[in-house]
């Protein structure tokens, strides 16, 4: 189904009353803070919600890691944001559960043009605001 013109006006009025994620936890591992799937999920429920929007994030099975595809729905019509896939490190429970959640974060985050830290100052810098999300730390390649 293709998405309608109410549907793209509905998210644009939403994404105007979203803020950025909090990040309301630290890794102890790497020391770092970083939003929570909770935190990314109240930024922006609400303010779809007002819109008549609803999302659903669907999964594929897949053996080497996790793929989630954020689909929005409401005014006749649906929008998905794309798929998208993240390995699992670890091939068990923990891992594929791991992965799951950083998965919806991040396309939850990205189909709703949010990120996940704090508003500062464009001159700012991302040592200075911990602005970045702890992908790259997480990574050790950084």
């Keep these: 189904m293709k998405p309608n013109n109410e549907l793209i006006n509905a998210l644009i009025k939403a994404q105007t009353n979203m803020e950025n994620a909090s ?64 390995p699992a490190d670890k091939h068990n429970a923990w891992g594929f559960g791991s992965a799951m959640t950083y998965a919806r974060r991040y396309s939850l985050c990205a189909a709703c043009g949010i990120g996940a830290g704090i508003k500062v100052e464009e001159t700012a810098t991302v040592e200075e605001t911990g602005a970045d999300d702890d992908g790259n730390s997480a990574s050790n390649e950084f």
């Design 23 to 86: 990040k309301n936890k630290t890794n102890t591992f790497h020391g770092n803070s970083y939003a929570t799937l909770e935190s990314c999920l109240e930024a922006v429920k609400q303010p779809l919600l007002d819109e008549g929007i609803m999302f659903l994030q669907r999964f594929e099975e897949n053996e080497k890691g996790v793929c989630v595809e954020t689909i929005f729905y409401g005014h006749s019509s649906e929008l998905s944001a794309g798929k998208f896939f993240l």
